[in-house]
């Protein structure tokens, strides 16, 4: 018999009421004063959820807060122009999660009087909320008895049972979705939800479990076989793939040149210095000039280089070269645009208005710190 097979909905149901107890005990006295667990608004708890997908909590907590400053509701989000949401979200990566608070905010208006709606099959017709966001919604917000299992509850839950194959087959996920139906403390989702995810987050943790300070470990099968630093199994990682960009910062009279992605591209509707990656056997320097035409039909001139920077995106890993430049003739400064949606002339200060993308906004973090100005600024 298979370890994965040990925990049964009978003796699942058996260890519930002491295991709820237990967590919960734990729950109440080392959960995090996250500020949207002051009064679990609806708003405020959707807002969190979508942030903390993928983003380390510490790091939602800066960005939660900033938010709720600008957006206080709701209808501030329906509201404001696509460009103040993407700008409020720079650096969070994933723009489509942020695009989709906006597209949803407006229906939230529309159709439900600028509420959450308190239905689960509701909340799944909105843009960018899927079966967790949903979960989670009602659990914490609504105090609905529905199960919550974000990555930290799989990691805890494949230790619990010892589960002896990879999170995301399906067998394995059949048997983490009984588990959470069992042990569900359906008087109090809210609190048990988050506990679990609590316990995930800062005792059941990926490297170095503190399994001495876990107030479940007594049902802990991975560690009854010793099995805890196997556990999850973990999948076979996908090999990061390279690819190499160059762009150009072209520059005229104290401004320089940007461009709107368009929206259906990665980093849709985000603001950059044109550019693109090398073709087979070209330089960098090449590859600016050759994109900066093909996407402009600017033809630029003088190019140094200003610098390159790494950033990660999903699988890949992108070497970004820049390079600063001017255009031949000053004349005609419009572009005829064949890779973006709208341009802009703008000085430095002015760069700050814009949602830029990891890599180009390494590239702005790199001017400030050298005290770069386009020629011809004026103080």
Same mark, same amino acid.
């Given at each position: 018999m298979k370890r994965h097979n040990r925990y049964s909905p009978g003796n699942i149901a058996k260890i519930a009421p002491k295991f709820q107890k237990a967590l919960l005990n734990w729950f109440a006295l080392y959960q995090r004063p996250f500020p949207w667990r002051s009064g679990y608004q609806p708003y405020q708890v959707w807002i969190s959820e979508v942030m903390g997908q993928q983003t380390q909590m510490d790091r939602v907590v800066v960005y939660f807060n900033n938010w709720i400053k600008s957006f206080p509701d709701i209808q501030a989000v329906a509201a404001a122009p696509e460009q103040k949401i993407l700008k409020a979200w720079e650096g969070l990566g994933y723009y489509s999660r942020a695009r989709n608070i906006h597209k949803t905010a407006a229906i939230l208006v529309k159709e439900y009087g600028g509420t959450i709606p308190e239905e689960y099959k509701a909340l799944l017709a909105l843009p960018g909320i899927g079966p967790y966001t949903a979960a989670a919604i009602m659990s914490i917000a609504f105090k609905q008895p529905l199960t919550v299992r974000d990555a930290n509850v799989e990691r805890l839950f494949c230790r619990l049972a010892d589960i002896d194959q990879p999170a995301k087959e399906k067998q394995s996920q059949r048997l983490m979705q009984q588990m959470g139906e069992q042990l569900l403390a359906r008087e109090n989702p809210r609190s048990f939800n988050q506990a679990l995810m609590e316990l995930g987050a800062?005792?059941?943790?990926?490297?170095?479990?503190?399994?001495?300070?876990? $107030?479940?470990?007594?049902?802990? +099968?991975?560690?009854?076989?010793?099995?805890?630093?196997?556990? *999850?199994?973990? !999948?076979? @990682?996908?090999?990061?793939?390279?690819?190499?960009?160059?762009?150009?910062?072209?520059?005229?009279?104290?401004?320089?040149?940007?461009?709107?992605?368009?929206?259906?591209?990665?980093?849709?509707?985000?603001?950059?210095?044109?550019?693109?990656?090398?073709?087979?056997?070209?330089?960098?320097?090449?590859?600016?000039?050759?994109?900066?035409?093909?996407?402009?039909?600017?033809?630029?001139?003088?190019?140094?280089?200003?610098?390159?920077?790494?950033?990660?995106?999903?699988?890949?890993?992108?070497?970004?070269?820049?390079?600063?430049?001017?255009?031949?003739?000053?004349?005609?400064?419009?572009?005829?645009?064949?890779?973006?949606?709208?341009?802009?002339?703008?000085?430095?200060?002015?760069?700050?208005?814009?949602?830029? $993308?990891?890599?180009?906004?390494? +590239?702005?973090?790199?001017?400030?710190?050298?005290?770069?100005? *386009?020629?011809? !600024?004026? @103080?």
């Open positions: 800062l005792v059941c943790t990926p490297g170095r479990p503190d399994c001495g300070s876990c $107030p479940v470990r007594d049902w802990c +099968l991975a560690l009854r076989f010793d099995s805890v630093d196997l556990r *999850p199994v973990p !999948t076979q @990682t996908k090999k990061k793939i390279d690819i190499v960009m160059a762009c150009g910062i072209i520059c005229d009279s104290g401004q320089m040149y940007i461009q709107q992605r368009l929206p259906d591209d990665v980093w849709g509707c985000l603001w950059e210095f044109p550019g693109g990656r090398l073709e087979p056997g070209e330089a960098p320097e090449q590859a600016a000039v050759r994109e900066i035409m093909e996407e402009t039909e600017f033809q630029v001139t003088d190019l140094e280089p200003f610098a390159t920077v790494v950033h990660y995106y999903t699988r890949y890993r992108v070497t970004l070269h820049s390079f600063t430049c001017g255009l031949q003739t000053a004349i005609n400064k419009t572009p005829v645009l064949h890779a973006a949606s709208e341009f802009r002339w703008v000085t430095r200060s002015e760069l700050n208005q814009f949602a830029f $993308p990891s890599g180009h906004r390494k +590239l702005l973090e790199k001017m400030k710190q050298d005290g770069f100005f *386009p020629p011809g !600024t004026t @103080t």
